[in-house]
């Protein structure tokens, strides 16, 4: 048994009563291969150091811890941005897609197959396929391929195919669906590349240990600028979970550490146009695990809504519906709205352009006092800035006029 509370889940996939394995028949084999081998691999110390030196020398990794001195000055608190929007394709999901496909090489998969909101995870993928030459479809939304259609290009230059997801919303969830349904269909020559820190066991675990990278480096950088390894607060977006998992990984057994995660409220929490899964959701089982889930009282699931196609999930990771339960994670919402004004607001004050997912984590700065109890005002916060705003620009234009 672990002693770890929070980080890792137990030898069946559980975060508390979240998390394990809900998954068909034909695609036991591979699950369970992926489950026996994936630690001894991922420790391994020749994947080990092609992995830090990928990071290092393609990612370009670190990244900055950077003091955003004028939003500081702003909200009355120390303010540092983990500058994971300056990772090579622009976020935080190529921390995963370069260990996966390490991964799926030694376990000896000649294909890759992902799923994608935004088109960053698509685009990541597809930048590892090409970088290790291996063959990559791609599953995306209808809605998000005419919302993403830069991502979308580089995907085709990258040389992956992007397959239109067109069943139920024509968004990420559906996405899922569909790349499930293909793995079933070529399992073992396959593997899945899941994006975010959802899907069955071990894949929390494992996207969560390839982006605690963002923690890891974070804690060394705080103690170099400040004398203090320990800030009062981290805080991140959470659309499935994977670069909050990142940022409070090596924070979660350390009590004195707030962690905070914010969910896109769309329109409004109670608005029915909300990706709010904490707030709107029952324990459920979605992408074969057993999580936080937005779904009608019959079990089925609400189309969710966000501005940000990579927060439109009506799911949650297990580790952050374990996080909510156990309230050792406060979670708050964002507007559609506050996020815009945020972006806009990062941009003026530091002249940093946020994706909108993390515009979110932004918004939530305005909530703090109200919010969390015993935040004293100077507090060290650290926030994952989960990627840049290219991909939002026609969004943001669209809004300019407002702002
Ligand atoms: C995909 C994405 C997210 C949401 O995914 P998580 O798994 O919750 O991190 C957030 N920010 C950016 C920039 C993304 O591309």
Redesign the pocket.
């Known amino acids: 048994m672990s002693t770890k509370l929070y980080q890792e889940p137990d030898q069946y996939g559980y975060y508390g009563e979240f998390g394990g394995a809900f998954i068909p028949e034909m695609l036991f084999r591979n699950v369970e291969q992926l489950k026996s081998e994936y630690l001894k691999i991922m420790y391994d110390q020749d994947f080990q150091q092609e992995f830090q030196q990928l990071l290092k020398d393609y990612v370009g990794r670190p990244t900055p811890l950077y003091l955003a001195k004028r939003l500081s000055e702003r909200y009355g608190f120390n303010v540092y941005l983990k500058r994971?929007?300056l990772c090579h394709t622009?976020?935080?999901?190529i921390n995963n897609t370069i260990g996966q496909i390490l991964l799926a090489r030694r376990l000896g998969k000649t294909k890759i197959i992902a799923e994608t909101?935004?088109g960053?995870?698509g685009v990541a993928t597809a930048t590892v396929c090409a970088l290790m030459g291996m063959e990559c479809d791609v599953y995306m939304g209808e809605v998000d391929i005419a919302r993403q259609a830069p991502n979308v290009a580089r995907m085709n230059m990258l040389g992956a195919k992007v397959i239109p997801a067109t069943s139920g919303s024509k968004t990420l969830k559906d996405a899922t669906n569909e790349a499930i349904r293909a793995w079933i269909n070529e399992p073992l020559e396959t593997h899945y590349i899941i994006?975010?820190?959802?899907g069955p066991h071990p894949y929390p675990d494992m996207?969560a240990r390839f982006?605690s990278i963002i923690s890891e480096e974070t804690r060394k950088q705080l103690f170099e600028q400040t004398g203090n390894s320990l800030p009062d607060l981290v805080m991140?977006?959470?659309?499935?979970?994977?670069?909050?998992?990142?940022m409070f990984y090596h924070f979660l057994e350390e009590p004195t550490v707030k962690i905070v995660a914010v969910e896109a409220a769309g329109h409004g929490v109670n608005s029915g146009l909300s990706a709010a899964t904490t707030q709107l959701g029952a324990p459920g089982i979605l992408h074969g695990s057993k999580s936080l889930v937005m779904q009608t009282s019959d079990g089925q699931v609400i189309e969710p809504h966000s501005i940000?196609a990579?927060?439109d999930?009506p799911g949650i990771?297990p580790l952050h519906a374990h996080l909510f339960q156990s309230k050792r994670g406060t979670f708050l919402a964002a507007t559609d709205e506050e996020a815009l004004k945020a972006a806009f607001e990062l941009t003026k004050l530091e002249g940093i352009i946020p994706?909108?997912?993390?515009a979110h984590a932004i918004a939530a700065l305005a909530q703090l006092d109200a919010k969390v109890k015993d935040l004293q005002k100077g507090a060290t916060i650290v926030i994952c800035l989960?990627?840049?705003g290219d991909k939002d620009l026609n969004t943001y234009m669209n809004a300019l006029k407002s702002y």
């Not at 977006?237 to 994977?242: A, D, K, M, N």
């Open positions: 994971e929007d622009g976020a935080h999901k909101g935004a960053q995870h994006g975010s820190v959802v996207v982006q991140a977006c959470v659309g499935g979970g994977s670069n909050a998992a990142g940000s990579g927060l999930y990771g994706a909108l997912e993390s989960s990627g840049r």
